[in-house]
């Protein structure tokens, strides 16, 4: 029987950017990363890409509390916060830390946030978006 799962990923994106150089300086390496004007591999028929963008993901974990994602996502970023911030700004870039949940048996996740990942959030000037499917 499948049970709820999560998934979490932060990502710097719009128009062109060098992303070895984001790559760099983070000292991460991306779990997804596409080029502006490139064709989707995953989907062949979608249109070329719109914008340029680097993701850091979690795996999709099962579990009724999304804490565990952003914990993952706080453990590898909090101490990156101006390096981001600097990037972000030189490069006239957006962030935005999306949050995937796929409901198995109407079991919802828990959508509750500690200060420290809303602290995190704000720092970063992200924004959140919230996938439910």
Do not use: G
């Not at 062949?44 to 993701?55: D, H, N, V, Y």
């Not at 828990?110 to 990942?117: S, V």
């Amino acid at each position: 029987m499948k049970k709820t799962r999560s998934n979490m990923y932060i990502s710097i994106f719009w128009n062109s950017f060098d992303i070895n150089e984001l790559i760099k300086i983070l000292w991460i390496k991306p779990t997804e990363s596409y080029r502006k004007w490139k064709k989707n591999l995953k989907n062949i028929k979608a249109p070329l890409r719109q914008e340029t963008s680097w993701e850091y993901s979690t795996w999709y974990i099962e579990n009724y509390d999304i804490s565990i994602n952003y914990k993952i996502i706080l453990t590898k970023f909090a101490d990156k916060v101006n390096i981001i911030n600097k990037f972000v700004k030189n490069n006239n870039l957006d962030i935005k830390i999306t949050i995937s949940s796929i409901i198995e048996d109407n079991i919802m996740p828990w959508l509750y946030f500690e200060k420290d990942f809303i602290k995190f959030l704000n720092n970063i000037w992200a924004e959140l978006d919230i996938d439910i499917n």
